[in-house]
């Protein structure tokens, strides 16, 4: 099995039930889409994935540096981009209370190697099998 993996099962209408080792969460659309907005929807999901792994790798370095996490916020976002429909241009903007400006741009280098963010960056290959 892959070391990072997810399980979607249909829950009805269009939501799925998430299911992430021992954590459950459902995914669905808003009613513009047909949906019953019963949870955030697969692209929110990805751009979410982003912000909390920046924040992860803030946290992270707010202890190594030995300054609180506290206060720490971080935004992401994403454009929709058309031929072939999909997310680009992925921003995240962390709020990093207390932080030396001295530490500013080795603690952007360190939460710029988060799992999440190098992903997006690199071209990926998506294999879909039917069973």
């Known amino acids: 099995m892959a070391d990072t993996a997810a399980r979607a099962s249909y829950k009805e209408g269009l939501a ?3 299911k992430i080792r021992g954590h459950t969460l459902v995914s669905d659309l808003p009613p ?5 907005d019963e949870g955030p929807t697969p692209p929110e999901l990805m751009v979410a994935a982003l912000a909390a ?6 946290a992270m370095f707010a202890r190594k540096a030995g300054i609180s996490p506290e206060g720490i916020e971080v ?4 454009d929709t981009l058309e031929s072939p429909t999909r ?7 962390i709020k990093f209370p ?14 710029g190697a988060c799992l999440v963010g190098q992903t997006l960056k690199r071209e990926n ?5 039917l069973e």
């Open 16 to 18: 799925f039930t998430i």
């Open 32 to 36: 513009a889409k047909g949906g019953k």
């Open 53 to 58: 792994c920046a924040g992860i790798f803030a």
């Open 75 to 78: 935004e992401a976002e994403a």
């Open 87 to 93: 997310l680009g241009n992925f921003r995240a903007r």
């Open 98 to 111: 207390g932080l030396p400006q001295e530490m500013r741009e080795r603690a952007k280098a360190f939460i």
């Open 125 to 129: 290959q998506v294999t879909l099998e």
